[in-house]
T-cell receptor, first 112, second 115 residues
């Protein structure tokens, strides 16, 4: 079957280190990819997106890399802080931007 | 303050008793959507709406209805709830402007339990 946004379920990093959260997908028809952050008890929050014809996009302390050859997406967080502890989801967008498919998420824990 | 609000935040109900979860946004967004979140499954899209009077099925629409009579409101209706609809529900909205169209704003969630 078709898999969407497979994540490793947990990741622990030391405060100040860089974090890399990975996401694998199998549908080559996706137009856009997005990363969301969900803190405990809250709704997801948009972090950054990347179009399918790009391979890298940078934001504030975050970088998203897209490798369409191997259908892999990653989110890099520089100098990870305690406030970065959350569940991170990748999401694919299909159907001209109307339908969103979320992965299962990776829970990031930052160790002080 | 720009926000998406949902009511109620918590609801316990019984099988078959019709309920409505309201969603409202104050950002004049065209696009609105409902998701359910279950452990190990991530978020799954139930329904979405491109604009007033325009709604479409997402990935898991069975057992749900929606309406979009006003731009700011997008209620989720469960005509006959069943225990497998016990979940955490999120409403989201976004503009359709090209550069910002995928930046969804999520509500705080509604925890629904159907017994």
């Amino acid at each position: 079957g078709e898999s969407v946004g497979l994540h490793l379920p947990t990741l622990s990093v030391q405060e100040g280190d860089n974090s890399i959260i990975n996401c694998a997908y199998s549908n080559s028809a996706s137009d856009y990819f997005i990363w969301y952050k969900q803190e405990s008890g809250k709704g997801p929050q948009f972090i950054i997106d990347i179009r399918s014809n790009m391979d890298k996009r940078q934001g504030q302390r975050v970088t998203v890399l897209l490798n369409k050859t191997v259908k892999h997406l990653s989110l890099q967080i520089a100098a990870t802080q305690p406030g970065d502890s959350a569940v991170y989801f990748c999401a694919e967008i299909r159907n001209t931007g109307n339908q969103f498919y979320f992965g299962t998420g990776t829970s990031l824990t930052v160790i002080p | 303050e720009a926000q998406v609000t949902q009511n109620p935040r918590y609801l316990i109900t019984v099988t078959g008793k019709k309920l409505t979860v309201t969603c409202s946004q104050n950002m004049n967004h065209e696009y609105m959507s409902w998701y359910r979140q279950d452990p190990g499954l991530g978020l799954r899209q139930i329904y979405y709406s491109m604009n007033v009077e325009v709604t479409d099925k997402g990935d898991v629409p069975e057992g749900y209805k929606v309406s979009r009579k006003e731009k700011r409101n997008f209620p989720l209706i469960l005509e006959s709830p069943s225990p497998n609809q016990t979940s955490l529900y999120f409403c989201a909205s976004s503009t359709r402007l090209a550069l910002r169209r995928y930046e969804q704003y999520f509500g705080p969630g509604t925890r629904l339990t159907v017994t």
